[in-house]
Structure formats: structure tokens, C-alpha cells
């Protein structure tokens, strides 16, 4: 079982920046691929960014590509998002997600192990 917790949503004018945070609990958090998705209002939750077991490899929708940026730290259980140029386009609640023993990109596509319970994040125009 793994736990995860987000913060650092919040409230932002388009063009700024913002940092999502994940904290995972649980056991070998150094066996999961981790990712973020979003999920506006109205529409289906996407995939927005994940990154490999070691933090080696990491893989993006078009959408955030050169403006967003995930990471990781195997050894403090966390994941996080630094997110720049923000537009309001970008307005949805994120999703931190594990997936267990996957590659970056196989958990793009399918389902997670585990979701966290999300944290708001609004771009103003």
C-alpha cells in the first residue's frame, strides 16, 4: 500500500510558476514509477507528466512539454512538479499517481496503482 499526498497548488496570473509537491508513505516508494495527471472541469483526467523507477527517464503530454518539469527523490519518498509559463489552460486539480515496476511511458497510458487526492491549481488570464 502507498500513500500520497500533494501540495503547492494554489492560485497563479498566466505566466507564472508553481510547484507541486508529492510525499509518498508506505513501502518501496524506489519501486514505482511516479507521475502527475490533471483533471479539468468537465473533462477526463490526462496524463500530464511521469518519470521512471531511478528518475531517469521522464515523459510529458505535448501540451506541458519545455514548460513543465518532474522529479524525484528516491531517498525522501517524493515526487514533485515545477510547472512555468502557466496558462490558464493549465486550471484543473493534479493528480500525483504510482504505478508499480513501469516505465515512464507504459504509465502515461495505463492505470495507476495508486492516486492521491489531488491539490487545485488556477491560472488567472
Known amino acids: 500500500q502507498v500513500q500520497l499526498v500533494e501540495s503547492g497548488g494554489g492560485l497563479v496570473q498566466t505566466g507564472g510558476a508553481l510547484r507541486l509537491s508529492c510525499a509518498a508513505s508506505?513501502?518501496?516508494?524506489?519501486?514505482?514509477?511516479m507521475g502527475w495527471f490533471r483533471q479539468a472541469p468537465g473533462k477526463e483526467r490526462e496524463f500530464v507528466a511521469t518519470i521512471s523507477v531511478s528518475g531517469g527517464s521522464t515523459y510529458y503530454a505535448d501540451s506541458v512539454k519545455g514548460r513543465f518539469t518532474i522529479s524525484r527523490d528516491n531517498a525522501k519518498n517524493t515526487v514533485s512538479l515545477q510547472m512555468n509559463s502557466l496558462r490558464p489552460e493549465d486550471t484543473a486539480v493534479y493528480y500525483c499517481a504510482a504505478k508499480l515496476l513501469t516505465t515512464a511511458q507504459a504509465m502515461a497510458i495505463t492505470p495507476p496503482n495508486y492516486w492521491g487526492q489531488g491539490t487545485q491549481v488556477t491560472v488567472s488570464s
Open positions: 508506505g513501502r518501496s516508494f524506489n519501486t514505482y514509477a
